[in-house]
Structure formats: C-alpha cells, structure tokens
C-alpha cells in the first residue's frame, strides 16, 4: 500500500471510527434512558473515539499490539506466500499464480478488513456491555461510592457525594450516593469536583 492511498483511506478511516463512535455512545446512554445526542457538542462526537480507546491504559495497549500484530502478520504473509496456512487464510488457489502486487493488494483488503471488524465488536461491545452493567448496578443500588466516589461541589456551595458516570463538555452525568437515577448537570453550574478518600 503506497503512501498515497493510505491518504486517501484516513480520512474513510477516521469518519468510520466516529460514527461507531457514536453507535457505541447512542447504544451505551440508550440503556440508561439517556439521548446522548441532545447532551453533546459536535466536538465530543468527533473527539469521542479517539477519547474512548485513550481513557484506559489496557485499551490503548491492545490497539497498539494489535496494529503492530496485523503489521508482522503481513511482513510475515509477503515473505512465506508458499505456506498452506497462508493461501487459505487469504483464499488464493493451490494452482493459481498470483503477482506479488495482486498479493500485497489482497493482504491489504483483508487486514483492513479485519481491523475494522475488530473496531466493531470493541466499540459494540463496550456500548452493550458497558451500559447494561452499569444500569443493573444503579437499578439494584450496588455502585461503589467507596472506590469510586467523589464528591460535586455546586456553584451554589451545594454538595453532593455521587458516582460519575461520565462527563463531556457540556455536562456531568452522575448518580447520587443513595438514589437510583441518573442526574445531568450542566458543567457551568459546577465549582469542583474532589475524589472521596
């Protein structure tokens, strides 16, 4: 793949991590009756993937090995094109001969495609999986404030001890320390927000 069609293919590839950005958000809230949409900025929607793989340390690094894993398995692919393994994994005939770049371009198909499979599950699966967790946890009352909590200062001098669900620019979501529902505050009627010890 030269470098000039993988310029072309940033772009398709950024617009594809935003919109399972916004399925994975949309699928997430929705189990928690909340529309994210109407909560969100522009900016949060664009910047929502790239947050979402950064926020955990785990994340990040699976994606990195998993970039440099796709990367070896191709290095791997264009130097043994003879092995069994290799032609079934790529689908190419036992008897059919094929240049080194009609074989490139079907390595390139095919780790793409494989990728961006892989972006799916991760995206789908922290919306369902994350947000039916964490709505059975607040319906049964089993957050932990004790790990988790902190404690939401108003513009007002109003405090609350609560569990943060989330944040954006434009408002925190949280539940109060003994409630079962979910609160939305705009961000500029917040003073401070401190980790409970």
Known sequence: MNNE???RLLPFGYIYLVIMGII???IFYYQLDINILKFSSIMDILISPIAEITAHPFLLLFFIV???LLYFFKKYSLNHPEKKFIKKYYKIKETENISKEEFMKKIDQNLIGFFFA???CFFLGFGIGGGNFLSKRIKNGDLKFEKYGQTLTFNSGEKKEIYLINTNSLYYFYVVKGQK???ISPIGTIQSIAKNK
């Open 118 to 120: 892989m972006l799916i």
């Open 66 to 68: 998993l970039v440099l």
């Open 24 to 26: 994975k958000e949309s």
């Open 5 to 7: 069609h993988l310029q």
């Open 181 to 183: 529902t979910i609160e």
